[in-house]
């Protein structure tokens, strides 16, 4: 193989192979002298590739963990089966799976080659995910889309759907994707608006960029001004008065929790569990926080959070074990209404 480039691909791609590769070996796949490879293996490491070489009569060469991680090379069965898992994650906020990951399928699917695109929507339309249903499924489409757009600082084009059901067309500059455990959140400046948003991406609809270049305006980082809601989920449709300064995901992150804290009152939780913590934690969102031992097989959940009662009610009692709540007062409250109810739905008719 004479073609440098093709044959420093080539090594690569079998150095990215999780074994140590004799230089014969190497020389022979690749069609030219071990001095070639030697020659070769020097390149890579200026390209910051770290391969360690072992020497002996069975000595050869292999990758190693670096300082940092330099481009990987994947072959087609590879890059698919990482596309759909990305996109399963990303569908589905599922906890853990942030911006990063994201932003890491936006990269993967922009290069993959058609072919094998159309293998990765095949496979996610012929499959269904089995969820726990406290979370609403997206597209990943509708992420990656979004997610190429913020970060090539590009103009959004897309349907909007609020609380109620009222249908609108937005035109955005959008700053960053949060998730926030249960749902994936978009924090934008709407131009039609004039004004900062929080748009919740399982209501949007049909997302395009446009192609025109914006400069990152700063992002508020005061409180949010009074300003319509969106609907029952607690997150405001518009915030901020466009002064402080820009930042980073952390930034877009404090933003749309004060979003949420000044929409939906926050829930300061005392709750007891007749399990022990690390069966109760393993049960609840992270979000809610970590409940700590509270006398044998016992433990205690004190945190706050600013989700719904009837969604609270219902995460405490998956968790499946006997639990008292000592607070808030509304929540002891809907609780009680929400037992009886039950009892009477399990009477004869």
């Known amino acids: 193989m004479t073609d440098t480039p093709a044959r420093l691909l080539k090594l690569l791609s079998l150095l990215q192979t999780p074994r140590e590769w004799p230089g014969g070996e190497l020389a022979d796949r690749l069609d030219v002298s071990p001095r070639t490879i030697r020659r070769d293996i020097d390149r890579l490491r200026d390209l910051g590739y770290p391969v360690e070489a072992s020497r002996g009569s069975v000595g050869g060469y292999r990758l190693v963990a670096g300082a940092a991680m330099p481009p990987l090379l994947l072959d087609d069965e590879e890059a698919v089966a990482i596309a759909v898992g990305l996109r399963a994650g990303a569908g ?8 990063a990951s994201v932003r890491a399928l936006a990269k993967l699917e922009q290069v993959l080659p058609s072919r094998l695109r159309h293998r990765v929507s095949a496979l996610q339309n012929a499959t269904v995910a089995l969820t726990r249903g406290d979370g609403s499924t997206i597209d990943p489409q509708t992420l990656t889309t979004l997610a190429s757009a913020a970060t090539g600082r590009e103009r959004l084009r897309f349907g909007y759907r609020s609380g109620d059901g009222t249908p609108s067309k937005r035109l955005v500059e959008p700053y960053r994707l949060v ?3 249960q749902r994936w959140y978009l924090v934008a400046y709407d131009l039609g608006r004039e004004d900062w948003r929080t748009f919740r991406v399982d209501r949007v609809g049909e997302p395009y960029a446009t192609g025109a270049r914006f ?3 700063p992002l508020p980082v005061d409180g949010a001004p009074d300003a319509p809601a969106t609907g029952s989920d607690g997150v405001r449709d518009g915030s901020g008065n466009g002064n402080g300064s820009g930042g980073g995901s952390g930034d877009a992150a404090a933003f749309l929790a004060r979003s949420m804290r000044r929409m939906q009152p926050e829930l300061r939780l005392d709750v007891w569990f007749g399990a022990p913590a690390e069966f109760v934690a393993a049960r609840l969102p992270a979000h809610l926080g970590a409940p ?5 097989g016992r433990c205690r959940l004190r945190s706050s959070c600013t989700d719904s009662l009837e969604w609270v009610a219902l995460r405490l009692a998956l968790v499946d074990c006997e639990f008292s709540v000592q607070g808030p007062p509304q929540l002891v409250e809907y609780l009680a209404d929400l037992g009886s109810r039950l009892t009477r739905a399990a009477r004869p008719a």
């Open 92 to 99: 589905h906020a599922i906890e853990g799976v942030d911006e």
């Open 292 to 296: 700590e031992p509270d006398g044998e």
């Open 179 to 181: 998730s926030a455990g």
């Open 215 to 217: 400069a990152p305006r």
